[in-house]
């Protein structure tokens, strides 16, 4: 009973751990991905300002100005989405990801912890007794 509650409170600990780094690389990944759609919408915006400088009469033609407004506002449109989907989809690979470890750390973590909880280490080298039956440390022969 004991042991149950100790191991719920360790796999909560990872849990926490596990969700940080976990953030921390979404945020991280996630300012990549605003990087690259704030360069895109920079670059549009950028094109269609030294065009219009380059040559000011563009502007004085509807179909030029409107062109080079509507490049503008294609390169807006695809940062933002880039953006925003590269964002979700770092979220969600992530969240994915730490879902899948949890469930795997569940299946195959709790049984080594439930029992190195309960295995003996030597009094005199500190080292990990072979089986919990063992009477004597495998590294000093030392009686535990
Ligand atoms: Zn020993």
């Known amino acids: 009973m004991r042991e149950d509650v100790m191991n719920q409170e360790d796999t909560h600990t990872v849990s926490w751990s596990k969700a940080f ?21 920079a670059f549009g915006a950028a094109g269609a300002v ?41 979220l969600l690979k992530y969240s994915a990801e730490l879902t899948a470890d949890e469930v795997k750390a569940k299946q195959t973590g709790e049984p080594t912890t439930r029992l190195a909880s309960t295995t003996k280490t030597c009094p005199r080298c500190g080292t990990p007794a072979v089986s919990r039956e063992a009477a004597y440390c495998g590294h000093c022969g030392s009686k535990f």
């Open 50 to 90: 030294s065009s219009a400088i380059s040559n000011p009469s563009l502007l004085l033609n509807p179909l030029s100005f409107l062109s080079s407004i509507g490049v503008a506002i294609a390169a807006l449109v695809i940062g933002v989405t880039i953006t925003s989907l590269g964002t979700l989809a770092t």
């Open 21 to 41: 780094s976990a953030a921390l690389r979404i945020v991280v990944i996630s300012l990549v991905w605003y990087v690259v759609g704030i360069a895109i919408i």
